[in-house]
């Protein structure tokens, strides 16, 4: 590609931004030390950004003799992105500005799962943001979908979702041509574990495991610094085999790990260890909610059968992390979902199984953390990614250019 002088300005106002950004604030000086531009550059670059609104002159910083230097920051308010992650039976929004960060959430409950009821409801959410009067003015970068299952993230394509039963669905393109903007789409672990790798305590390791418990039982790697997906579905820990005539499983298989410890699987081992017939002869649980309220009641009323399901469980779980950390030596494995409301119940035996079985001393130098971001990391990193992509990303190797 030549570079010519429309492309070149391009690519080096992208090196100051992401500087910036990276920086949080920075006088020009420090930018042009960091990028190897010239002062004069940085003043014609800083000055278009200025002028876009995308930067802008947070305060005076500290004189080191002379003048005080002006240090910019990102403008904040200059874009918004959305995020949504799709449930069973409910789609949870998050906006955010130009950084990254939520300025609104909400959750939406969904009469079905079907992919048309879901393409509406989402460019319905869109439609409804666009109006209200503080967005109007501002640019509207996208949405990031967060889906749970097997995602073609380059095509925008759904390949399968056994909780939401999709097969082949691209619901990228059909979105982006409904609302007119980019769509990025993402499983939604691989969301969760960008989200903890970008701004959480991940981002000290280079090699990571995170996995998802509640209604289903999610994976995902970073390995080397970079988010490993394979040909998609990669990490997928849910679907390891841990009892070979197991129960059957979503995906089709039996004794899956998610067949096995998700909410379904725990009220069902409840279900069989209690005399209490109120619990027992419980109707069928169809959300997450449903299950959340079951197992409360049942610590109510039946504790100790409560108990045993969890330690049940709590083994089957200690397996398959140990099973991860002996495959992939990882640095750090978090641990989330919504299974954690229940966590001084079956976690610690979990972790300890998964310690003592590692192979060498493996089990012994990971570092095992516990999710302190909540639901909103199941969006926020494919709304950091779709943000990278369309102000901040760079082409080719990041190297600057005078124009």
């Not at 869109?126 to 503080?134: A, H, Q, S």
């Not at 130098?365 to 990614?385: K, P, S």
């Amino acid at each position: 590609m030549k570079l010519t002088r429309d492309i070149l300005k391009d690519h080096n106002e992208k090196i100051v931004l992401r500087t910036i950004r990276q920086m949080g604030e920075v006088s020009r000086t420090t930018i042009s030390k960091k990028t190897g531009l010239s002062i004069a550059s940085i003043t014609n670059i800083t000055s278009r950004l200025l002028e876009a609104n995308l930067i802008k002159e947070n305060r005076y910083g500290k004189s080191k003799g002379g003048r005080r230097p002006v240090l910019l920051g990102i403008n904040e308010k200059h874009s918004w992105a959305i995020g949504v992650k799709v449930g069973y039976l409910y789609l949870y929004f998050v906006v955010t500005d130009l950084l990254g960060t939520p300025v609104l959430e909400q959750k939406i409950p969904l009469n079905t799962a079907s992919y048309n009821a879901v393409v509406e409801k989402i460019a319905d959410f869109v439609n409804t943001i666009v109006k209200i009067p503080e967005y109007v003015d501002r640019k509207f970068l996208g949405i990031g979908v967060a889906v749970s299952g097997s995602v073609d993230s380059e095509h925008g394509i759904v390949k399968s979702s056994y909780i939401l039963e999709w097969e082949n669905v691209p619901i990228g393109p059909v979105l982006e041509e409904r609302i007119k903007a980019p769509v990025l789409v993402y499983n939604d672990v691989d969301s969760f574990a960008v989200a903890h790798y970008t701004i959480g305590r991940a981002k000290k390791y280079k090699n990571c495991i995170f996995i998802t418990l509640g209604s289903g039982v999610g994976g995902a790697m970073i390995l080397g610094g970079k988010l490993y997906t394979g040909r998609g579905g990669a990490g997928e820990i849910g679907h390891m085999t841990v009892i070979c005539d197991g129960k059957k499983c979503s995906c089709g298989s039996y004794g899956c790990l998610e067949a096995e410890i998700s909410f379904n699987a725990l009220v069902d081992r409840i279900k069989k260890k209690t005399n209490i017939e109120s619990l027992k002869n419980r109707s069928c649980l169809t959300t997450e909610d449903e299950a959340i309220h079951y197992i409360h009641k049942a610590l109510q009323i039946d504790r100790e059968a409560v108990i045993e399901a969890f330690d049940e469980i709590s083994v089957l779980l200690g397996v398959a992390i140990k099973n991860m950390i002996n495959i992939f030596a990882p640095d750090y494995v978090l641990i989330g979902g919504e299974a954690l409301e229940f966590r001084d119940l079956f976690l610690k035996k979990a972790i300890l199984i998964a310690r003592e079985n590692s192979f060498g001393d493996l089990g012994d130098d990971v570092v095992i953390d516990i999710d302190d971001m909540g639901e909103v990391a199941w969006v926020q990193g494919v709304i950091l990614n779709l943000i990278e992509k369309e102000v901040f990303q760079v082409d080719g190797r990041g190297n600057t250019y005078e124009v």
